[in-house]
């Protein structure tokens, strides 16, 4: 399993950044939000989704909040272009959240990915990838149901309009921005 760091230091699209967090603990939401300023890149990433024309994710002036709440298998990249418009929130399902002895959140990914759209429409990505996973023995039989079973809350949470992290976001990212 891929351990996911918030400052993307090993990402080489990334040129120049910076890189804000804060640790929160309010009645909805425990835990850090970093955010990730990609202030040059190489060159912007478009990504595609189901049926879906590429859009991109990551450009100069673009800004990834990224939530790594405590207690939780799952972390989540609100992925935020110049204009502050978010164009994809990606929720990593993840077998554990850490820090690093910097502070630094960290996630141990569980390969599910789920992806929404400005429009709420939702995605479940690399369901193969989980499988090969299990089938090669990476995962174990409880790591891999515990996976499906954080991705199908998620989904009902957002498609039950009762996704926190979702009605937050905005409100967050102006706090990171005036930090």
Same mark, same amino acid.
């Given at each position: 399993?891929?351990?996911k760091?918030?400052k993307?230091s090993d990402?080489k699209?990334?040129?120049?950044?910076?890189?804000?967090?804060?640790?929160?603990?309010?009645?909805?939401?425990?835990?850090t939000?970093?955010?990730l300023?990609?202030t040059?890149?190489?060159?912007?990433?478009?990504?595609?989704?189901?049926?879906?024309?590429?859009y991109?994710?990551?450009?100069n002036? /673009?800004?990834?909040?990224?939530?790594f +709440? *405590?207690?939780?298998? #799952?972390? =989540?990249?609100?992925?935020?272009n110049?204009?502050?418009?978010?164009?994809q929130?990606?929720?990593?399902v993840?077998?554990?959240?850490?820090?690093?002895?910097e502070?630094?959140?960290y996630?141990?990914?569980? /390969?599910?990915?789920?992806?929404?759209? +400005? *429009?709420r429409?939702? #995605?479940? =990505?690399d369901?193969?990838?989980l499988?090969?996973?299990?089938?090669?023995?990476e995962?174990?039989?409880?790591?891999?149901h515990?996976?499906?079973?954080?991705a199908?809350?998620?989904?009902?949470?957002?498609e039950?309009?009762?996704n926190?992290?979702?009605?937050?976001c905005y409100?967050?990212?102006?706090?990171?921005?005036?930090?």
């Open positions: 399993m891929k351990r760091y918030a993307r990402w699209r990334i040129l120049e950044r910076e890189y804000k967090q804060l640790y929160v603990e309010d009645v909805d939401y425990t835990g939000i970093s955010m300023i990609l040059k890149v190489r060159e912007p990433l478009f990504v595609s989704v189901g049926d879906k024309d590429k991109c994710v990551a450009d002036g /673009y800004k990834w909040l990224q939530y +709440p *405590n207690n939780s298998h #799952y972390s =989540l990249t609100v992925m935020f110049a204009q502050n418009e978010a164009v929130w990606y929720y990593d993840s077998h554990k959240m850490e820090v690093t002895d502070g630094e959140p996630f141990v990914d569980l /390969y599910l990915d789920v992806v929404v759209l +400005p *429009n429409e939702v #995605y479940l =990505l369901e193969d990838e499988q090969e996973a299990l089938d090669s023995q995962i174990s039989i409880d790591e891999y515990l996976a499906k079973q954080e199908t809350r998620l989904i009902q949470s957002i039950d309009s009762n926190v992290l979702m009605d937050r409100k967050d990212l102006a706090t990171l921005e005036a930090l």
